[in-house]
T-cell receptor
C-alpha cells in the first residue's frame, strides 16, 4: 500500500515550457487535491476533484489545468510555465463520506527559470 | 468562509521543554480541526484531529490539542520536546455542515529544538 505517489520528485523547466505532474493513490479514495506550497504562505489549493469525473477550481487555479483520469489518478498540467510557478506541489486524497482528513504525497519540487 | 491563523511563524524551544503552537480559527459553523506535521523534504502527515465529542484530542508522537470554542482556538502542545519534533506544523479547518470540500490551512509554524 503505497498511499499517494507523485512523479517526478524534482523538475527544472524553462519559461514557456509545459509539463504534467502525475499523482496516484491506491486507497480507493474519492476526492483528490492539488496544492502548492510557498514559504510563509502555507498550502494553497490549486484544483480539486470531489469525485471521479468532476474537477473544480481552488484558490489559485490560473496557469494550471487538471485531469481526473480515473479514480486513482489526478494530474496537474502547466501549459506555459512561468517563474511564479516555482514551488513545491503536493497531491492529496481523502475518503469522502465521513472522513475529512487528507493524505498527502511526498511532493514535487519545481523550478522555472 | 473559514480561516486559520497560526501565531508565530517560528518557535524555538529547548529539548525537554514544553511545546506550544498556537492556532486560532474563524468559522460561522462548528468546525472540524486538524494539525499536520511536515518533516524536511516530505509531505504532510496527520498529527491529530477534532471532529465532535471530547475537546482534548491526543495524537501521534505525544502531541495533543484542545478545542476551545469560546476562544476559537485549537493550540497544539507536547509536554517535553524531543529533537525529532523539529519540523513545520500546519493547522487546518473545514466546515462539514456547510458542505465544505476543502481544508483551509494556516501559514505554518516552524519548530526548532535546541539541544
Amino acid at each position: 500500500n503505497a498511499g499517494v505517489t507523485q512523479t517526478p520528485k524534482f523538475q527544472v523547466l524553462k519559461t514557456g515550457q509545459s509539463m504534467t505532474l502525475q499523482c496516484a493513490q491506491d486507497m480507493n479514495h474519492n476526492s483528490m487535491y492539488w496544492y502548492r506550497q510557498d514559504p510563509g504562505m502555507g498550502l494553497r489549493l490549486i484544483y480539486y476533484s470531489a469525485s471521479e469525473g468532476t474537477t473544480d477550481k481552488g484558490e489559485v487555479p490560473n496557469g494550471y489545468n487538471v485531469s481526473r483520469l480515473n479514480k486513482r489518478e489526478f494530474s496537474l498540467r502547466l501549459e506555459s510555465a512561468a517563474p511564479s510557478q516555482t514551488s513545491v506541489y503536493f497531491c492529496a486524497s481523502r475518503r469522502q463520506i465521513w472522513s475529512y482528513e487528507q493524505y498527502f504525497g511526498p511532493g514535487t519540487r519545481l523550478t522555472v527559470t | 468562509a473559514q480561516s486559520v491563523t497560526q501565531l508565530g511563524s517560528h518557535v524555538s524551544v529547548s529539548e525537554g521543554a514544553l511545546v506550544l503552537l498556537r492556532c486560532n480559527y474563524s468559522s460561522s459553523v462548528p468546525p472540524y480541526l486538524f494539525w499536520y506535521v511536515q518533516y524536511p523534504n516530505q509531505g504532510l502527515q496527520l498529527l491529530l484531529k477534532y471532529t465532535t465529542g471530547a475537546t482534548l484530542v491526543k495524537g501521534i508522537n505525544g502531541f495533543e490539542a484542545e478545542f476551545k470554542k469560546s476562544e476559537t482556538s485549537f493550540h497544539l502542545t507536547k509536554p517535553s520536546a524531543h529533537m525529532s519534533d523539529a519540523a513545520e506544523y500546519f493547522c487546518a479547518v473545514i466546515a462539514p455542515l456547510q458542505g465544505a470540500q476543502k481544508l483551509v490551512f494556516g501559514q505554518g509554524t516552524r519548530l526548532t529544538i535546541n539541544p
